[in-house]
């Protein structure tokens, strides 16, 4: 218990590279779902019976998540920017992260809690629409449009413009 070695305690909390690991950690859940969009993960567990009930939980919707910044913080270990060591702390600290937002969105933190936790849509952007098993009701056809109702400046080089549903 001295001055001494209080500083040396801080001074090995200060490093840059256990800065940047932490960085990396609690960007992992952003990156892995930004992953996940691009390759419409959602649509693509939503036709397995048994995972679209899962990722409707915000609990199962975490445990994909992990399994994702698992995937990525080993692609950082195999690559040798960091140890073993480190690339399971910055999967644990996405985990806790995720798991703590997914327990903030079931309700089961007491508010006191849970207003200082940041909201991670990791449910939401995992579940897609699975509840409506990929229908979304009658959008309507383009063959209904009278011919005297088409307008060309609706049209941009070529191609009609539409709304996007989604």
Do not use: C, W
Not at 17 to 39: D, E, K, M, T, Y
Not at 58 to 72: C, D
Not at 81 to 107: H, W
Request: aromatic letters at 10%.
């Amino acid at each position: 218990m001295s001055f001494k070695g209080y500083k040396t305690f801080v001074n090995k909390h200060l490093s840059v590279r256990g800065l940047g690991l932490a960085a990396v950690g609690l960007a992992l859940p952003a990156l892995a779902l930004a992953g996940a969009a691009r390759i419409n993960l959602a649509g693509h567990l939503a036709k397995v019976p048994i995972v679209n009930n899962v990722i409707a939980n915000p609990y199962g919707s975490a445990a994909v998540a992990s399994l994702l910044t698992a995937g990525i913080a080993y692609g950082v270990y195999s690559m040798g920017y960091a140890s073993q060591a480190e690339a399971i702390g910055m999967n644990s600290i996405a985990m806790a992260l995720m798991f703590t937002a997914a327990a903030k969105t079931a309700g089961h933190l007491p508010s006191s809690v849970g207003q200082y936790v940041p909201d991670m849509p990791v449910s939401g952007s995992l579940a897609g629409y699975s509840g409506y098993n990929g229908y979304l009701g009658y959008l309507g056809s383009e063959h209904e449009v009278a011919e005297s109702d088409y307008n060309p400046g609706s049209e941009i080089f070529g191609i009609q413009r539409s709304v996007n549903v989604f």
